[in-house]
Nanobody, 127 residues
Framework: QVQLVESGGGLVQAGGSLRLSCAASGSTFSRYGMGWFRQAPGKEREFVAA????????AYADSVKGRFTISRDNTRNTVFLQMSSLKPEDTAVYYCAARYGFASNYAPSNGREYNYWGQGTQVTVSS
């Protein structure tokens, strides 16, 4: 079992940057596939980015490609989401998600494939 705690959200102007962190408890973090998802008010949760447990594969939503970068530091049990060139439409609560047992290069975009979720961190981008 793993517990996830997101941090790093806040208010930023359009064009700015933020780095989100997701700290995980547990000694087997290095074998967890990790993902970031977001949910804006009145909208469904959507996929943002994912990284395989080996870090050999990443995946991104089209809306964030070239602006966001997902990475992980298994020595710190942490996954990061570096967000640049932020737009007002990036405003949402951002959640990290995890699942143990994926293939080493598997980075799924379907939220149903993850079974652990954090509480979320708010990102607000002003125009």
């Amino acid at each position: 079992q793993v517990q996830l705690v997101e941090s790093g959200g806040g208010l930023v102007q359009a064009g700015g940057s933020l780095r989100l962190s997701c700290a995980a408890s547990g000694s087997t973090f290095s074998r967890y596939g990790m993902g970031w998802f977001r949910q804006a008010p009145g909208k469904e949760r959507e996929f943002v980015a994912a990284i395989s447990w080996s870090a050999s594969n990443t995946a991104y939503a089209d809306s964030v490609k070239g602006r966001f970068t997902i990475s992980r530091d298994n020595t710190r049990n942490t996954v990061f989401l570096q967000m640049s060139s932020l737009k007002p439409e990036d405003t949402a609560v951002y959640y990290c998600a995890a699942r143990y047992g994926f293939a080493s290069n598997y980075a799924p975009s379907n939220g149903r494939e993850y079974n652990y979720w954090g509480q979320g961190t708010q990102v607000t981008v002003s125009s």
